[in-house]
Nanobody, 122 residues
Framework: QVQLVESGGGLVQAGGSLRLSCAASGRTLSSYAMGWFRQAPGKERELVAAINWSGGSTYYADSVKGRFTISRDNAKNTVYLQMNSLKPEDTAVYYC???????????????WGQGTQVIVSS
């Protein structure tokens, strides 16, 4: 079993950048495909980006393509979400999650972090 802890959220102005981190413990991160999700108030949880175990395959929601980049450092047991050109509609709680196999658009993940809040002001 793997435990996930997100960090890096905060308040940023529209057009700004943030980098979220997801640190894993309990098992090596290289055993898992990873995803970043977000959930805004009153909305369903949305898959934002996903990455396979090696970093060689990625997936992005249309809403963040060209602005967000998912990456991982298995040696540091950490996954990142670089968020650029942020918009107010990116405001949400962001969660990282892990699953055994990479399946690009699936929302079915086995392990979840507690989330980190991102607020983008206009």
């Amino acid at each position: 079993q793997v435990q996930l802890v997100e960090s890096g959220g905060g308040l940023v102005q529209a057009g700004g950048s943030l980098r979220l981190s997801c640190a894993a413990s309990g098992r090596t991160l290289s055993s898992y495909a990873m995803g970043w999700f977000r959930q805004a108030p009153g909305k369903e949880r949305e898959l934002v980006a996903a990455i396979n175990w090696s970093g060689g395959s990625t997936y992005y929601a249309d809403s963040v393509k060209g602005r967000f980049t998912i990456s991982r450092d298995n040696a540091k047991n950490t996954v990142y979400l670089q968020m650029n050109s942020l918009k107010p509609e990116d405001t949400a709680v962001y969660y990282c999650a892990a699953r055994s196999r990479f399946r690009p658009a699936t929302k079915n993940y086995d392990y979840w972090g507690q989330g980190t809040q991102v607020i983008v002001s206009s």
